[in-house]
């Protein structure tokens, strides 16, 4: 069974910086596609970015391009978003989901429980 573990939020500055890590267990890591979401109060979660077993990367909002990086260490099972440049409307649940298949981008089946991440202005 899968399991997605989300770390690092927490309340930052308007400007500041966090990085967030999501790690698994339960599967083989290097066959997956990981991402993060983003949900805020009375939203659906929002695809933001993700990174495919293959190192490919694609970002679901322009808003983040340049601010946000995201990143897999295959040998700690572990994915990162690392989070620059903050601003209010970054706040939210961050999740880190995955799908159910192997080698496959989408959908996403799987999600961790999330980190909650608050940036004062």
């Known amino acids: 069974q899968v399991h997605l573990v989300e770390s690092g939020g927490g309340l930052v500055q308007a400007g500041g910086s966090l990085r967030l890590s999501c790690e698994v267990s339960?599967?083989?890591?290097?066959?997956?596609?990981f991402g993060w979401f983003r949900q805020t109060p009375g939203m659906e979660p929002s695809p933001i970015v993700h990174?495919?077993?293959?190192?490919?990367?694609?970002y679901y909002t322009d808003s983040v391009k340049g601010r946000f990086t995201i990143s897999r260490d295959n040998a700690k099972n572990t994915v990162y978003l690392q989070m620059n440049s903050l601003n209010t409307e970054d706040a939210g649940v961050y999740s880190c989901?995955?799908?159910?298949?192997?080698?496959?981008?989408?959908?996403?089946?799987?999600w961790g429980q999330g980190t909650h991440v608050t940036v004062s202005s």
């Open positions: 339960g599967r083989t890591f290097s066959s997956y596609t």
């Open positions: 990174i495919s077993w293959s190192g490919n990367i694609r």
């Open positions: 989901g995955t799908p159910r298949l192997s080698y496959a981008d989408w959908p996403f089946n799987y």
